[in-house]
């Protein structure tokens, strides 16, 4: 991925990186593990949508990660808008994108989904390809919605391994190590709270830390 994007900018690393592991393992016939060996084969197709069997004790033991799912979406979503804005020169309007995303992650669970929210990582990579407007959003599902429908036999094979290797370089964009280096810089209640949830969340989870 370091190597590619230095050669062509308008074509997504990740996926190069995908095509030849892929090809190399299948063609080599390496051992590793792959998607397919750890979770199974990806459907092809939708569930018939289903409401869940709801009482107090369910709701008791969610609702405590339920909040902080919502709240961490919305974050990372009116952050990941606010860094498209930087980058374009825009004004996002915050109530229509979490009304959106909130109904679009309700409809979704009625599927088997789980929830979703705007991300730094694809949002740059977006504007960085010329997205401007929603419809570049609205091509970016719908090429989801085609991978998973018609490429679901192939992408079982990819392997994890380079799944791992792509999520450390997106981990190292989104990181954002200079912004952490220039609030260690800051005031002292900024430096607490910085440090508290970092080391909360590489301790114990991101429930906790939030």
Not at 59 to 75: C, K, R
Not at 109 to 123: H, Q, V, Y
Not at 184 to 206: A, Y
Request: aromatic share 8%; glycine share 6%; charged share 10%.
């Amino acid at each position: 991925m370091l190597a590619f994007q230095k050669f062509a900018k308008k074509i997504p690393e990740s996926i190069i990186a995908i095509l030849i592991s892929t090809i190399v393992v299948q063609l080599f016939k390496i051992p590793v593990d792959t998607i397919e060996s750890n979770f199974g084969v990806i459907p092809n197709s939708f569930n018939m949508p289903s409401f869940p069997k709801v009482d107090f004790n369910t709701i008791q033991a969610l609702i405590q990660p339920a909040f902080a799912i919502a709240l961490l979406g919305s974050i990372e979503s009116l952050l990941s808008a606010v860094v498209s804005d930087s980058m374009i020169g825009g004004k996002h309007r915050s109530n229509i994108e979490l009304i959106a995303q909130g109904a679009a992650n309700v409809a979704s669970s009625l599927f088997g989904g789980i929830p979703a929210t705007g991300a730094i990582a694809r949002t740059a990579t977006n504007v960085k390809n010329g997205g401007r407007t929603p419809i570049a959003s609205i091509i970016h599902a719908f090429i989801l919605l085609a991978i998973m429908l018609l490429f679901g036999p192939y992408a079982k094979l990819i392997p994890l391994s380079c799944l791992a290797g792509i999520l450390i370089i997106v981990a190292y964009h989104m990181s954002e190590w200079r912004q952490f280096k220039s609030i260690l810089k800051g005031s002292r209640m900024d430096i607490i709270i910085m440090l508290t949830t970092f080391l909360l969340t590489v301790i114990f989870d991101l429930v906790i830390a939030i």
